[in-house]
């Protein structure tokens, strides 16, 4: 499947509005509330997705604003190292990944502002979607995160981004539903 700028710009801002118009909403109670499964709550899922952004993002402005170029292939091309990372983290890849130590958020103290990073975090993304298309997408520049002497193109790495957040997105969708219509029981 090919993927442009503009769907990887679109999907961005669907996730951003949901955030925006359903979970942030939300008191902290039940930002913090674990899903009957255990897994992550609304808010450890959006801290996981931040320290994602807090290492990609940086990385990624650095690699557009140095591979300026009339971008005469708007096209996401993928090498060897793009591909077994979107095929990992692609929301049609339901088998579970276990998540590295510095990513996994769990039993962390978080509050609403998670929120707030996470929206702003969105808005970053976009800019850097926008910024993208005059960059050459096929430029090998961004060191991957748990191995940094690997180096995944600038077009790959967008499209890293945006599918990590469609996985979490999904999961944000099960445990927003599990929390808002589960009530409490009774003491």
């Keep these: 499947m090919n993927h442009t700028l503009e ?7 669907t996730i951003s509005k949901f955030v925006e118009t359903e979970i942030k909403k939300l008191p902290l109670e039940k930002l913090n509330q674990k899903p009957a499964n255990g897994g992550w709550s609304l808010l450890e899922c959006l801290e996981h997705l931040n320290r994602y952004s807090n290492y990609y993002h ?47 958020p769990q039993g962390s103290v978080l509050q609403v502002s998670v929120v707030h990073g996470f929206l702003k975090n969105q ?6 979607l926008e910024k993208a298309r005059q960059a050459d997408l096929g430029k090998k520049a961004v060191p991957v995160e748990f191995f940094r002497l690997l180096k995944m193109n600038i077009g790959e790495t967008l499209l890293f981004m ?11 969708q099960r445990i ?12």
């Design 176 to 187: 927003f539903t599990e929390v808002t219509t589960t009530r409490k029981a009774a003491a």
């Design 123 to 128: 808005q970053q993304l976009l800019s850097l």
């Design 58 to 104: 940086p990385a990624l402005e650095k690699a557009i604003s140095s591979n300026f170029t009339v971008n005469t292939n708007p096209e996401i091309t993928l090498t060897w190292i793009g591909k077994k990372s979107v095929e990992m983290i692609s929301p049609k890849n339901t088998k579970k990944h276990k998540t590295i130590k510095k990513m996994n």
């Design 7 to 13: 769907q990887l710009h679109r999907e961005t801002e």
């Design 162 to 172: 945006v599918l990590h957040e469609q996985r979490h997105f999904l999961q944000l």
